[in-house]
């Protein structure tokens, strides 16, 4: 694997240099943690000038494919000079009376003329891994996407406040918070989440901050208000997954291109008002599906679509080792509150049980009709509660090899799972829209829908 990149004061001073002083040259690497500016570009050029200026085709000369070939230019010359833009071509001829005019049968808005002319005076950084990544990634812009139909709301993600006080639900392209202290369940704010569906959802352990991911943007709010405190833009794809640090000083998301790649972002959200990541690296092969930090902060595990579960230090965030031995998507994680253990639910229907301090598998948990598709632990850490594609959660001892009984169903695909600390509840987010809530002996207590009214 790279070396994972990491944002260094001389590489931002750099930018600050050119972005300040417009120091012209040939167009240089991607600085380490590459922000969202970057990536648009990147995607912008493989979408609307590689069709042309690629190895085969070559129209012109000139080769878009890598920083190579536009350091080099075509049969004219350079097509970029970093930072001047009255001296970069590539510029010239996307203005709507250019001759000849780029893309040819095409022209472009001006958010994203104005997104190439921002990267060109920057520096013209190329980002290979977002290059590549846009094969399959047409470049839409979120604010344009639109509503999602009124009959579709899956639940896709639950989190449950470190104190038990508050449910937040990532509910259709809605984010739902709820007060777990009244028997009700008291909904208390309802939160425009994204335009497309909310992928995932969590609190930090501090209470402070609740961040939802979606398509290519990532909202996070102060809690107990409904206003937007942060956003983060410009990311690849969707969010599936996001995870905070024990000590709430970092923000872990994951995004990347469909079948192609699984990229882990990293933000310091202790700086107030930075929006560039710490840290982004390419960590799997295809979409990752969860993401969990050991309770120590010291190990984050991710799980992938490329049936893998990777291990990374904290902080650096170089590689640890892999866990390898499920034969599908690897769904869900679950650290053992003592950090020693790493349980991961799978597409096969199956529980493994890792070691942390040797790689090693100690267990697998088999029984389940359907792919696992969200775990955790029971409060007192001798169980693992699972949830399948059946709608049924259930108890799973590793000494049996099999669940041990069922706790409860919710008469649909159950997607995401909440437990409480002390193991008196139960959340399920299922397909039909409602969070089914279950006592420790798995009965019914309520379902959340969505439509309570708002607590004045």
């Known amino acids: 694997m790279p070396p994972i990149e990491n944002v260094s004061p001389s590489r931002f001073l750099s930018s600050l240099f050119v972005a300040l002083f417009g120091i012209s040259g040939a167009v240089r690497a991607a600085p380490p943690g590459s922000d969202g500016a970057v990536i648009r570009a990147m995607e912008l050029l493989k979408t609307q000038c590689a069709p042309c200026h690629n190895p085969t085709k070559k129209k012109g000369g000139l080769v878009l494919v890598s920083a190579e070939g536009l350091e080099t230019g075509g049969d004219n010359g350079a097509v970029v000079v970093r930072g001047q833009l009255g001296q970069s071509p590539l510029l010239q001829v996307l203005e709507p009376d250019a001759d000849p005019h780029m893309p040819p049968r095409k022209q472009l808005a001006d958010e994203e003329i104005a997104v190439l002319r921002a990267w060109v005076e920057s520096g013209a950084a190329w980002d290979a891994e977002a290059f590549a990544g846009a094969a399959s990634a047409p470049v839409i812009d979120p604010d344009s996407l639109r509503s999602l139909p009124g009959s579709y709301h899956p639940v896709l993600a639950l989190s449950l406040s470190q104190d038990d006080r508050r449910l937040a639900v990532g509910r259709g392209a809605g984010v739902f918070v709820y007060d777990c202290t009244a028997t009700n369940h008291v909904l208390l704010h309802r939160l425009a989440g994204q335009d497309d569906a909310v992928q995932s959802v969590v609190w930090s352990p501090d209470g402070k901050w609740l961040a939802a991911g979606g398509f290519r943007r990532i909202r996070i709010w102060e809690t107990g208000g409904n206003t937007v405190a942060a956003e983060l833009k410009d990311l690849v794809g969707r969010v599936p997954a996001l995870a905070f640090s024990p000590d ?122 359907g792919p696992v598709t969200a775990l955790g632990w029971s409060a007192d850490g001798k169980k693992i509660v699972t949830v399948c594609e059946d709608g049924i959660v259930r108890i799973c001892d590793e000494e049996k090899k099999r669940p041990e009984r069922s706790l409860g169903s919710a008469g649909d695909v159950v997607y995401a799972l909440a437990l409480s600390s002390d193991g008196t509840r139960s959340y399920g987010g299922c397909h039909d829209g409602l969070v089914r809530v279950w006592d420790k002996d798995g009965k019914l207590q309520g379902q959340l829908s969505g439509e309570e009214t708002l607590e004045p």
């Open 248 to 369: 709430s000083s970092l923000l872990v998301a994951a995004d990347g291109v469909e079948t192609q790649s699984g990229v882990i972002r990293v933000w310091d959200v202790l700086q107030s008002g930075r929006l560039d990541p710490l840290a982004r690296w390419t960590a799997h092969d295809d979409t990752i599906l969860d993401l969990k930090i050991s309770p120590d902060g010291t190990t984050l595990a991710s799980a992938g679509v490329d049936t893998q579960v990777k291990l990374w230090r904290i902080p650096g965030f170089e590689a640890l080792g892999t866990l390898e031995g499920h034969n599908g998507h690897v769904t869900s994680l679950a650290f053992h509150a003592d950090g020693s253990v790493l349980v991961s639910g799978g597409a096969d229907g199956e529980v493994k049980i890792w070691e942390l301090k040797t790689r090693d598998q100690r267990e697998t948990v088999t029984g389940h009709p």
